[in-house]
């Protein structure tokens, strides 16, 4: 995929800002505050429909606007499509695409690709399973649309299985809770299993990237659920932890097993990459396994995604540096960088309501 | 803001579903321009509707009478029963010409976010009537959602004591599109759902 424009008004520090990016890696230079990320933002937002931040919609629009509009075209799977967005204060976003409204979100899952490095990434490493299990999921979505569905499903029967557990107390009805069992092991199972796939599919993509960034040793995932008995079907084995925890869910008013409490941990040489690995280790481990997730998205489309990497660079090293540049792949790829130094590339000089080539 | 009798009619248009404010405030001085006459009309088709409509006591469609007209035409078959989430779910069932039984109108589905249980809908009078009317096959109509599929699952194991037959709504593709078209969790349920030739 590739960006062919993108223009943002009264988005963050930008006014107006129009940006027609060159092929293959873009470095974006400016100091703090010159409205690099914002950049990147907009891209990851036009093609993703939320922001990579997580932040929340309100806080994109320029302090004192009355709301953003995004708008932006990729050329994308042979085709030219246009995505617009405008987020006005205080009341619903509206999205186009092509000029139309989606009919469901859902089905814009995976159509404009992109993959997103970004400092917190060391978190994917170092912090609790959440962003682990999130990682896993949104890749599993970018190669198989019907992992979303499942996804969405499994933590919709989850919220309702809660929120019934909290309403109704100790004295819940067994039959109902029943069937929100049956819904939520069904579609955690499945969760489960596009979690495997993911790590069979991303394994040794991982291990080639973590060698090209500069990493000495083995990398890989290590996912093994508590609830997952000898030889039961994921399926039965989730229905059977829910049931064997019954009493304590009901006591707590929620639930405590299954996939959503899962950690698939990385591990490095076999010992996990959380406690028993440096910072640099962990931090390159972190890069790889995005690194490996552009890889994986990019054979499984046979296009690359277009990547945006946030200021992550200037944590490490010059060596690891360009290992990571060689690293990336041939599609168009956005960086944010403070340092004028960085040798490949098209630069562009970054500042409130400008993007120019940089002399 | 307008003069008070017109702010009170926009206010109260825009509480309608799917009604803005602009909406909203056109068709309040639109029923103002118009023929006394017209205006009026509409008003007393929104008090006769309040007052005369009320719930089939069989089966919980909406009726002028005690019950409702399917419930009371006597080529209905009374052994299937078709349990849907709405009332107005029944007219799109019936422009099939396909089902002649009669309906059980449950008032929503299982939802405990929205704090739908199912004290909230009527499953007693369900397997009351499965009980009483000899029902032989219950079709299970509610929507394709997570929670649609949740109150099927739940009526299904409550009237497996009673020995009736119950069947689910099949997913699958739209008739007249072309296989491509179709979403892949579309497909893959009327994969599930294939029959033999």
Known sequence: ?359 | MFEPPIQRLVDELARLPGIGRKSAQRLAFHLLNTEEADALRLADAIVEMRRSVRLCSRCFNVTADEECAICRDPRRDPSILCVVERAQDIPVIERTGTFSGRYHVLGGAMNPIAGIGVEELRMRELVGRVETEHVAEVIVATNPTLEGDTTAMYISRLLKPAGVRVTRLASGLPVGGDLDYADEVTLGRALDGRKEL
């Open chain 1, 1 to 359: 995929m590739r960006l062919r424009w993108l223009e943002l008004t009264d988005v963050r520090v930008h006014r107006r800002v129009v940006f027609e990016p060159a092929e293959g890696l873009n470095v974006l230079v400016g100091g703090n505050g010159a409205g690099k990320t914002t950049l990147l933002e907009g891209i990851g937002y036009l093609a993703r429909a939320r922001s990579f931040r997580g932040t929340p919609e309100e806080d994109l629009i320029r302090r004192g606007a009355a709301g953003a509009i995004l708008r932006g075209e990729f050329e994308v799977g042979g085709g030219r499509r246009r995505v617009e967005v405008e987020l006005p204060r205080g009341s619903r976003r509206r999205i186009l695409v092509d000029g139309k409204r989606p009919r469901r979100l859902r089905d814009l899952v995976g159509t404009f690709p992109v993959v997103v490095f970004h400092p917190d990434d060391l978190d994917l490493v170092k912090a609790g399973p959440g962003l682990r299990r999130e990682y896993l999921d949104d890749l599993a979505a970018g190669l198989w649309p019907e992992a979303a569905v499942v996804q969405d499903d499994a933590e919709t029967a989850l919220r309702q299985r809660n929120a019934f557990l909290r309403a109704a107390g100790p004295a819940a009805e067994a039959a109902i809770l029943d069937v929100w069992d049956a819904q939520y092991a069904a579609a955690g199972a499945r969760v489960y299993e596009y979690r495997r796939r993911v790590i069979a599919a991303v394994g040794a993509p991982l291990e080639a990237t973590y060698r090209l960034v500069g990493g000495a040793g083995e990398v890989r995932w290590r996912y093994e659920p508590t609830w997952l008995g000898e030889d039961t079907e994921p399926e039965e084995a989730i229905l059977d932890a829910l049931r064997r925890r019954r009493g304590r869910d009901l006591e707590l008013r929620r639930t405590s097993a299954g996939p959503h409490r899962d950690d698939p941990v990385l591990e490095l040489d076999g010992r996990p990459l959380r406690s028993a690995a440096s910072q640099g280790e962990q931090r390159t481990a972190a890069l790889a396994c995005r690194l490996a997730a552009l890889v994986v998205l990019g054979n499984h489309r046979g296009e690359e995604p277009v990547l945006l990497v946030d200021d992550v660079l200037s944590e490490l090293d010059p060596g690891r540096v360009d290992g990571v540049l060689r690293a990336l792949p041939q599609g168009q790829v956005f960086l944010t960088t403070t340092d004028e130094g960085l040798p490949r590339g098209t630069r562009w000089k970054v500042a409130p309501d400008l993007v120019e080539v940089a002399g």
